[in-house]
């Protein structure tokens, strides 16, 4: 199956600051604005299905819900929204600009696979949101979430990747090495006001410590 049929990117904006996942890799707004990309009703499916797999093969081990995000080399400080999909299809977003979007139809932070965080560069006003400054986060660096238990993960940045805001992306959402892995996404680039959007995306991604 083409993965632009899989899930969508996140897409976040100065003027209206939206975040969109659906079943396309691409970063389309599905608010609104016009849906750019294919219909977003087979991600729910598509989801429900990897995630009973995760959670079969899961055990009490596992991590507990995250509640908080500490990147210490950007001072970054940020409690921890729980967003799924919309009836639309798509992800939901950080309800204020100093939070941070965890997608729970995906792998809990510290559970094999890929957990995905996302969050606002600016707000409605221009103001700095919470990952302003993840751009200058570089490999090695450390990212540490504590959990609703008090236990704390600390993933290591292993790599920063740019992407057009249509690139296809299936490395953010999935992997298949047996490990656990955070990816966090942001918009870069030139916002673009016809569309209303930024041009790029920059992930950060990192492995458990």
């Known amino acids: 199956m083409n993965s632009k049929k899989l899930l969508k990117w996140p897409l976040f904006i100065t003027g209206a600051v939206w975040i969109a996942f659906g079943p396309a890799i ?37 991590p507990g819900l995250p509640v908080r995000l500490k990147i210490p080399k950007i001072k970054g400080n940020a409690a921890v929204d729980y967003v799924g999909l919309t009836p639309d299809g798509a992800m939901g977003i950080p309800k204020i600009p100093r ?21 606002h560069v600016n707000w409605y006003n221009g103001a700095k949101a919470v990952f302003v400054n993840l751009s200058k986060l570089k490999k090695g660096d450390k990212i540490i979430i504590t959990d ?62």
């Open 26 to 62: 691409f970063f389309y707004s599905l608010f609104d604005f016009p849906t750019l990309g294919p219909s977003a009703q087979s991600a729910p499916t598509l989801y429900s299905r990897e995630i009973s797999d995760s959670i079969s093969s899961s055990t009490l081990a596992s």
């Open 99 to 119: 939070n941070v979007a965890w997608y729970n139809l995906g792998p809990r932070p510290g559970e094999e696979g890929s957990a995905v965080m996302a969050g």
């Open 148 to 209: 609703d238990r008090g236990a704390t993960s600390t993933f290591v940045v292993r790599r920063l990747r740019t992407y057009r805001f249509d690139e296809d992306a299936p490395d953010v959402f999935s992997s298949d090495d047996g490990k656990a892995h955070l990816n966090l996404i942001t918009c870069v680039g030139v916002w673009n006001k016809k569309l209303k959007s930024y041009s790029k995306r920059l992930v950060v991604f990192a492995d458990k410590e």
